[in-house]
């Protein structure tokens, strides 16, 4: 009897320990903030993501600019001139030379 209830409390104790080692290794990625609030816990991962699903990738990625312009018809597209407020590609039609002129925005609308 004595070496049965030993066995269930060696198996209990292993059991605990393999949920333990989990939020331990979770806990990695958080910070404690000393500042004039006092002490909080940050967590670093959680912040990143969260702006990134509130805002979403900012502006037109030039690569989705080219195949927009690429599914439109131009051929040898290529980037001329990219700023802040738009993207310019260049390419070739079957009439000759043409621009398209894309807003830089999420989802890259054409101007």
């Not at 060696?10 to 990695?28: C, D, K, N, R, W």
């Not at 940050?42 to 030039?62: A, L, S, T, V």
């Not at 001329?80 to 807003?103: C, D, K, L, N, Y």
């Amino acid at each position: 009897m004595h070496k049965s209830l030993q066995f269930i409390l060696v198996g209990l104790a292993a059991m605990s320990g393999l949920t333990i080692a989990p939020t331990i290794a979770a806990a990695q990625d958080l910070e404690l903030r000393l500042g004039p609030g006092g002490v909080g816990v940050y967590d670093r991962d959680r912040d990143r993501y969260d702006r990134y699903d509130r805002r979403g990738p900012r502006g037109c990625d030039p690569d989705d600019a080219l195949d927009i312009a690429r599914s439109e018809g131009l051929r040898r597209a290529q980037i001329v001139r990219m700023s802040p407020r738009s993207i310019v590609v260049q390419g070739m039609t079957r009439r000759g030379p043409e621009r398209m002129v894309f807003a830089n925005r999420r989802g890259c609308p054409e101007i």
